[in-house]
């Protein structure tokens, strides 16, 4: 199944007031699981929906893409059919402060439990989430994201 093209998978493994903690892997050779980088996005929401530029995405399976159109999305990975929100892409950023509800990927992570979640390096691991995703992204690519953070 993985042969083929690339998933990837995301664990989100710590929530706080404003934001939440995970790890993206990139799942290929039959599933085997390859570290690719921490993810930070907004906070979790009780009534599981998405408020755009206030909490996470829920957790589920979403086909992948690459954008093809949009002046500030155009060749980003775009994360397709998350209710209630359109042009959710991974992206640099440093904290909540930075995504109005996209996930943004890092290098290094700082805890979100007495203060504001951080990812950093981001753009050295946009850079490096892209080379090494985007060549097996196909048209079955998807994203599963995980709660394991005990909400």
Do not use: W
């Not at 079955?140 to 909400?151: A, F, L, M, N, R």
């Amino acid at each position: 199944m993985f042969d083929d093209y690339f998933n990837l998978e995301i664990i989100r493994f710590s929530s706080g007031a404003h934001s939440t903690l995970g790890v993206s892997y990139i799942l290929k050779n039959k599933g085997k699981r390859s570290f690719c980088t921490f993810i930070l996005e907004d906070r979790f929401n009780f009534i599981h929906q998405k408020v755009p530029g206030e909490t996470r995405i829920p957790a589920g399976i979403y086909p992948l893409r690459l954008r093809k159109e949009g002046r500030l999305h155009q060749g980003m990975i775009e994360i397709v059919g998350v209710p209630n929100f359109t042009y959710c892409s991974f992206h640099c950023g440093n904290d909540d402060k930075d995504t109005d509800g996209c996930p943004l990927v890092g290098d290094t992570a700082e805890q979100n439990v007495t203060k504001r979640g951080f990812v950093g390096n981001s753009t050295d691991a946009y850079e490096r989430f892209y080379k090494e995703f985007v060549p097996g992204l196909t048209d079955e690519s998807t994203v599963k994201i995980i709660d394991g953070d005990d909400i």
